[in-house]
């Protein structure tokens, strides 16, 4: 069974960058179109981004446009996020699966915290 292991979240002041980071046990997921999920407190878990197999197609949430980026390295079985610009709003536990619905189990999440 493939596992997901998210890595990368910390407690950033408003205007900075993180970088997180999604590694999967299996390299199935190589096949799939990926995304990155968050969970804030008391809301829903929305997808943020996602990517295809090859890396050609790219989606972003409104929310997110233009300051964040999504990537991978089907080499590595991993799947990358790069956040810049990050506000208060962003901050949420943050989720890597296969967008635009999960299907994979989901991991442990990484926690991304935007504050002065």
């Known amino acids: 069974q493939v596992q997901l292991v998210e890595s990368g979240g910390d407690l950033v002041q408003p205007g900075g960058s993180l970088r997180l980071s999604c590694g999967a046990s299996?390299?199935?997921?190589?096949?799939?179109?990926m995304g990155w999920y968050r969970q804030a407190p008391g809301k829903q878990r929305e997808l943020v981004a996602s990517?295809?197999?090859?890396?050609?197609?790219?989606y972003y949430a409104d929310s997110v446009k233009g300051r964040f980026t999504i990537s991978r390295d089907n080499a590595k079985n991993t799947v990358y996020l790069q956040m810049n610009s990050l506000k208060p709003e962003d901050t949420a536990v943050y989720y890597c699966?296969?967008?635009?619905?999960?299907?994979?189990?989901w991991g442990q999440g990484t926690q991304v915290t935007v504050h002065s």
């Open positions: 299996g390299s199935v997921v190589r096949f799939y179109v």
């Open positions: 990517i295809s197999s090859g890396g050609a197609n790219l």
């Open positions: 699966n296969v967008a635009p619905i999960g299907t994979l189990p």
